[in-house]
Nanobody, 121 residues
Framework: QVQLVESGGGLVQPGGSLRLSCAAS????????MGWYRQAPGKRRELVAT???????NYADSVKGRFTISGDNAKNTVYLQMNSLKPEDTAVYYC???????????????WGQGIQVTVSS
């Protein structure tokens, strides 16, 4: 059993910053990748940023230069530092970990419960 718990969302003014965190716990053998996705009302869920266990990162064009993803492998935690936030960043943000678990042994994707980020004056 693996659980992902997100924190750090909320309401922020345009131009402001927020830092999201997502910690995984449970029967974890290893984590191969971590990432953040978001879903705005009436839109499909989209990739925001990902990071591999080796530190390789990938960003959506819309957040490049403003958002930074980082990971703490010892804590099974991924972070998303969001700067220069815009109203169009308003969405529910979901973390996803690609995890190898002990039982049944294999690699699976696990999702967080989602956390609201609202950018508004």
């Amino acid at each position: 059993q693996v659980q992902l718990v997100e924190s750090g969302g909320g309401l922020v003014q345009p131009g402001g910053s927020l830092r999201l965190s997502c910690a995984a716990s449970g029967s974890i053998f290893s984590i191969n990748a971590m990432g953040w996705y978001r879903q705005a009302p009436g839109k499909r869920r989209e990739l925001v940023a990902t990071i591999t266990s080796g530190g390789g990162t990938n960003y959506a064009d819309s957040v490049k230069g403003r958002f930074t993803i980082s990971g703490d492998n010892a804590k099974n935690t991924v972070y998303l530092q969001m700067n220069s936030l815009k109203p169009e960043d308003t969405a529910v943000y979901y973390c996803r970990h690609t995890i190898v678990v002990h039982t049944p042994f294999g690699e699976y994707n696990y999702w967080g419960q989602g956390i609201q980020v609202t950018v508004s004056s």
